[in-house]
């Protein structure tokens, strides 16, 4: 299970590890999943019975907290619930992945996301410390809660990733590289996936780029990057579909998400496709222990990360090191 909790000689200790498939859902289909009892059962069914994992965001929380009404907080945390323990906490920290990314000599291996450490621990905290135990309840209500907080941080993020943008692609030099270029494995995989994502905005110096753009941004590239599927809005889903066209234009061997949107049926050929997934053949022996030491873990008090990858050039999965 990708969150579980194991005794150490120094205490208790919390854990998640990235188990395919792995599904991450924009702030749109977490409210649809959340509303939607009869999709949420056919969701919440196909993810838990192929052992896969949702990954969730920082960005997802801060999304809610952003709700008029707290009970739409309420609603996915009640969802969510239905999915534990198979989460992934991520922080979206885009350089943890490239750091990564920049060792390799091609595109073909993928990461994990990076793993929001102290979001794990107060997740462990509270699941230790009230009388709910492990549970969503009231984790996200706690965004909410603290938006004004959130909200304040957020917008200066964003408010600086446009004034990046636009910046950029005043320079004329920019915009001719930007039109120029193609997915290669010169570049990490973030790159081309960023540089692919923004090349619209790149190449249409007229185009605007507004905060939900941002956030749009942000809510593809790692998933996209990372994950077995993700769901978007309509535009980015589009977007990603081009630059799968153009990765597969070069030859390059780059996997990525499969990726769907509410267009043209797209949920329910998300959720069929979903429940027709097969697993990669686990290894044993030396890929076994791999799998053992490749969970993110975190101590009361005390965090570190250890990476391990499968040989299907995915992060190695625990199925064999129970």
């Not at 919390?14 to 009869?38: C, E, K, N």
């Not at 960023?194 to 790692?222: C, F, K, Q, W």
């Not at 329910?268 to 030396?286: H, I, W, Y």
């Not at 008090?301 to 625990?318: E, Y």
Request: aromatic share 8%.
């Amino acid at each position: 299970m990708p969150i579980d909790f194991y005794m150490a000689s120094d205490g208790v200790h919390v854990r998640q590890s990235f188990d395919s498939p792995t599904v991450y859902l924009d702030h749109w289909a977490i409210r649809m999943f959340s509303d939607d009892p009869g999709i949420q059962d056919r969701f919440v069914n196909a993810l838990i019975s192929k052992s896969g994992t949702i990954l969730l965001s920082n960005l997802s929380f801060i999304e809610f907290a952003r709700a008029t009404d707290a009970r739409h907080c309420r609603d996915a945390e009640a969802f969510l619930e239905r999915l534990l323990p198979n989460i992934f906490l991520t922080d979206f920290a885009l350089d943890k992945v490239l750091e990564q990314e920049r060792a390799e000599h091609n595109n073909q291996r993928r990461f994990w996301p990076s793993a929001d450490l102290p979001q794990l621990k107060l997740f462990a905290e509270r699941a230790q410390h009230t009388p709910l135990g492990f549970t969503m309840q009231g984790f996200i209500t706690l965004a909410h809660i603290h938006r004004a907080e959130l909200s304040n941080s957020t917008e200066g993020v964003v408010r600086a990733i446009v004034d990046a943008m636009e910046s950029a692609r005043r320079d004329p030099a920019y915009v001719r590289k930007a039109r120029n270029a193609v997915p290669s494995d010169k570049r990490p995989r973030t790159m081309v996936i960023l540089g692919e994502l923004m090349r619209g905005y790149n190449v249409d110096r007229t185009a605007p780029i507004s905060r939900n753009d941002v956030i749009d941004l942000l809510h593809a590239a790692m998933p996209v990057n990372c994950c077995d599927y993700v769901l978007l809005d309509g535009p980015w889903a589009e977007r990603v579909e081009k630059m799968r066209q153009r990765i597969a234009k070069t030859g390059m061997n780059m996997p990525i998400a499969k990726c769907f949107s509410k267009r043209g049926n797209g949920v329910a050929a998300f959720l069929a496709d979903l429940e027709a997934f097969v697993k990669p053949e686990s290894k044993s022996g030396a890929d076994a222990l791999q799998g053992a030491i490749s969970r993110k873990s975190v101590k009361k008090g005390k965090m570190r990360s250890n990476k391990g990858l499968h040989a299907d050039r995915r992060p190695a999965s625990r199925s064999g090191a129970r």
